[in-house]
């Protein structure tokens, strides 16, 4: 079982930085793949960014390839999401999510999630 804690969010400005965490408990935790998703008012959730366990590999999506940066601290089994740049569609409520497999874009395919932080940029 990994539980999963979200932090970080906040209401920001167009341009802003924001960094997430995701605390997870688990000895487990460095063999999970580890992604963030977010989830606007009105809109099914979607994949940001993952990033897994042996290699430390990360995906991310086009929306904000560039912008963001995965990362993971095993030692203190910690993901993080660092987030640049920030725009008006950034606007959502982002999930930590793990699952013991390989990289997925899929949400279907994690078996754990976290009870979500909001993130608001205005302009």
């Known amino acids: 079982q990994v539980q999963l804690v979200e932090s970080g969010g906040g209401l920001v400005q167009v341009g802003d930085s924001l960094r997430l965490s995701c605390a997870a408990s688990?000895?487990?935790?460095?063999?999970?793949?580890m992604a963030w998703f977010r989830q606007a008012p009105g809109k099914e959730r979607e994949f940001v960014a993952a990033i897994t366990s042996t290699f430390g590999g990360t995906y991310y999506a086009d929306s904000v390839k560039g912008r963001f940066t995965i990362s993971r601290d095993n030692a203190i089994n910690t993901v993080y999401l660092q987030m640049n740049s920030l725009k008006l569609e950034d606007t959502a409520v982002y999930f930590c999510?793990?699952?013991?497999?390989?990289?997925?874009?899929?949400?279907?395919?994690?078996?754990?999630w976290g009870q979500g932080t909001q993130v608001t940029v205005s302009s």
């Open positions: 999510a793990a699952r013991p497999l390989g990289y997925s874009y899929s949400a279907h395919q994690y078996d754990y």
């Open positions: 688990g000895r487990t935790f460095s063999r999970n793949t």
